[in-house]
């Protein structure tokens, strides 16, 4: 004979279906878009929805969004795959929907990653669209600017989903252990440290810390009718080691301030400890790759020029595979960091120009750099003397480009390191030529 458990029957879905929000008001995350007053909030709640993309990472609410949309405004929901459907497919819903519409029934087609589509599929949603058969509603993972046609993509306002924050996540999973269609019917004890861990571990999708959570309640160890969740199931259950790491906090930063420094300091060794430290405490590789990329031109530079490239890259890659096998190209740009010359000039240059125009807001453009496009500016002097630099045979000029009061300043002092020496040279050779025709 089989025992039965606390469990049996009483969850047929998974818990991240069966705790989706009904309405916005049950809607965690998305404040700059669903806080009291705020545009997407006032769209739904007047009724006033049109065509959309949301442009978000996984778990953030996509779907669940369009369903709340759907429910509000009583049009017919249709759920569309771009990983199952086609043509045929599409052209069949057109038609029920261009049906609905003679009748007065609004359909609202959400069509999940709709950056799956070609451009074939895409034209087929148009002429819909324009004639307000359907009210489209596409989700997307990938920036729609380059994977939306551009004629669709017009007709379409974008709204721009934000991961969920660690607190957003932590409300969820309390919710899920209180709410009667969670596990608000079984007692169960589990630490705020390990919420904080799932939360952690999620790295702000919802779906994913909903599924890490039930995973670990289900695994629990059931004794006088309650269920105890301790730190060893929930790190079984995320398949790693709660390493010492909080994703918001102060350890956050120390860890990539020791990651920064230990590349600027040319220690390779240690900067991919620091990045195996954050990347195995459950870390956005996105977020490291962001940061690879601004030391290429804070510490790196024209120093070495590839650098940057190096840094895009890894971040692209990053963005396409994701992790674990995005950990090889993070550490080809941390070890590419380490060891390329440095030089801080282009930081330096930049935060000294900014102090002066911050200080110097009315500088006024010289005449002579001025746009003239119309003839009263052209009567004004705008323009008047430019000289263009191709017609010379040196490609210089002593033309006057910064304000009378600037005259003279020098923001970028290039170094010596890598090739920024031979930039320097440059750089010598262009001001001895303008000071020996006459630039100020």
């Not at 359909?107 to 324009?130: C, G």
């Not at 010596?416 to 020996?436: M, T």
Request: proline share 4%.
């Amino acid at each position: 004979m089989v025992q039965g458990t606390m469990f049996d029957g009483s969850m047929s879905e998974p818990l991240a279906a069966r705790l989706r929000p009904r309405d916005l008001d049950e809607f965690v995350g998305q404040k700059h878009l669903l806080g009291e007053g705020k545009i997407l909030r006032r769209l739904i709640e007047g009724d006033n929805i049109g065509s959309m993309i949301f442009w978000g990472p996984p778990g953030v609410g996509k779907t669940t969004l369009a369903r709340i949309i759907a429910h509000r405004t009583k049009a017919r929901f249709v759920d569309f795959s771009a990983v199952t459907s086609g043509i045929k497919e599409i052209k069949q819903v057109m038609e029920d929907a261009e049906k609905g519409r003679r009748f007065g029934e609004k359909t609202i087609l959400f069509v999940d990653e709709i950056h799956r589509f070609n451009k074939a599929q895409q034209d087929a949603f148009l002429p819909y669209v324009e004639k307000g058969s359907i009210i489209l509603i596409g989700a997307t993972t990938e920036n729609p600017s380059f994977e939306v046609n551009g004629a669709l993509l017009s007709r379409c306002k974008v709204f721009v989903l934000q991961a969920l924050s660690e607190e957003d996540i932590m409300q969820l999973l309390r919710s899920a252990i209180s709410d009667p269609r969670g596990f608000g019917d079984i007692k169960t004890d589990i630490s705020e440290e390990c919420l904080k861990m799932i939360a952690v571990f999620a790295n702000g999708d919802a779906r994913n810390a909903l599924s890490t959570l039930e995973m670990a309640v289900l695994n629990g160890e059931e004794e006088g009718g309650v269920v105890h969740v301790t730190r060893e199931i929930v790190e079984s259950c995320t398949s790693r080691k709660s390493l010492l790491y909080d994703k918001t906090g102060e350890e956050h930063y120390n860890l990539i301030s020791a990651l920064h420094k230990s590349m600027r300091n040319s220690d390779p060794d240690a900067a991919v400890y620091w990045l195996a430290r954050m990347l195995e405490a459950g870390e956005d590789p996105l977020y490291i790759a962001r940061r690879v990329t601004r030391f290429a031109s804070e510490d790196v530079g024209l120093a070495d020029p590839k650098a940057l490239e190096i840094a895009v890259a890894a971040y692209q890659a990053c963005h396409f595979i994701g992790m674990p096998e995005c950990s090889v190209h993070l550490t080809q740009a941390v070890v590419y960091m380490s060891v390329a010359p440095k030089s801080n000039a282009l930081y330096t240059a930049y935060e000294s120009a900014k102090k002066d125009a911050l200080e110097m807001l009315s500088e006024p453009v010289p005449a002579v750099i001025r746009n003239a496009p119309t003839k009263l500016m052209k009567e004004l002097g705008y323009g008047k003397g430019y000289q263009y630099a191709h017609d010379s045979k040196e490609k210089l000029t002593n033309m006057q480009c910064l304000p009378d009061n600037l005259l003279g300043k020098t923001y970028y002092r290039p170094t010596s390191e890598g090739a920024e020496a031979r930039i320097k040279q440059r750089l010598e050779d262009i001001k001895r030529w303008k000071r020996e025709h006459g630039a100020e």
